[in-house]
């Protein structure tokens, strides 16, 4: 059965400090795995990793692909109050082919 | 460019009452979603459209029909709706890669 694992389920982080979120997956015909950032309405994404891609940063934000070890963490360095949503992690496509497996997500609040 | 719109955004029913979500996406995607989120949860997959003319039970089916009417257009049916079903419902369309764009979501709550 296709998976995904997220950890931590919450975090609490003062401003300025930085954060790694960690993803698992184990998945059918495993392609890509995605970031998404959603903060009280849909998910917006961040980032897709794929074999020829495994590393990617934007700005602040920066996520690297373990192929081997089956994992993925998204970094986020000098954290802002605007950082402070939930991250998704979803790994693709399993055995539908087209879907993609979400793990349940990291709250990230970041305090003032 | 809109992206991918749905409609209600709010909804209330009572148990046993039917009801339709649509949602439509003007970026010419093949494939189209349905999930649901529950707090702590997660996104679970409903049905999911390959393409048009084809759909497919996703990991939670049970209560729930669609219909893929176009390329632009994908709808969720609950024939005859249960509290457990109350749940925030997003569509999402994506082409050939696998990133998934989101629409804003529709909260039901069925009493």
């Known amino acids: 059965e296709d998976k995904v694992v997220q950890s931590p389920l919450s975090l609490v982080v003062h401003e300025g400090d930085t954060v790694t979120l960690n993803c698992s997956y184990e998945v059918t015909n495993f392609r890509s795995l995605l970031w998404y950032k959603q903060e009280k309405k849909a998910p917006t994404f961040l980032f897709m990793l794929t074999s020829s891609g495994i590393e990617k940063k934007s700005g602040r934000l920066s996520s690297i692909l373990d192929k081997k070890e089956l994992s993925s963490i998204l970094n986020i360095t000098a954290t802002q109050t605007g950082d402070s949503a939930i991250y998704l992690c979803?790994?693709?496509?399993?055995?539908?082919?087209?879907?993609?497996?979400f793990g349940k997500g990291t709250s990230l609040l970041v305090t003032p | 460019n809109a992206g991918v719109t749905q409609t209600p955004k709010f909804q209330v029913l009572k148990t046993g009452q039917s009801m339709t979500l649509q949602c439509a996406q003007d970026m010419n995607h093949n494939s189209m979603y349905w999930y649901r989120q529950d707090p702590g949860m997660g996104l679970r997959l409903i049905y999911y459209s390959a393409s048009e003319g084809t759909t497919d039970k996703g990991e939670v089916p049970n209560g729930y029909n669609v219909s893929r009417l176009n390329k632009r257009e994908f709808s969720l049916r609950l024939e005859s709706a249960a509290p457990s079903q109350t749940s925030v419902y997003f569509c999402?369309?994506?082409?050939?890669?696998?990133?998934?764009?989101f629409g804003p979501g529709t909260r039901l709550t069925v009493l």
């Open positions: 979803a790994a693709g496509p399993g055995n539908s082919g087209y879907a993609l497996n």
């Open positions: 999402a369309s994506s082409a050939l890669t696998d990133t998934q764009y």
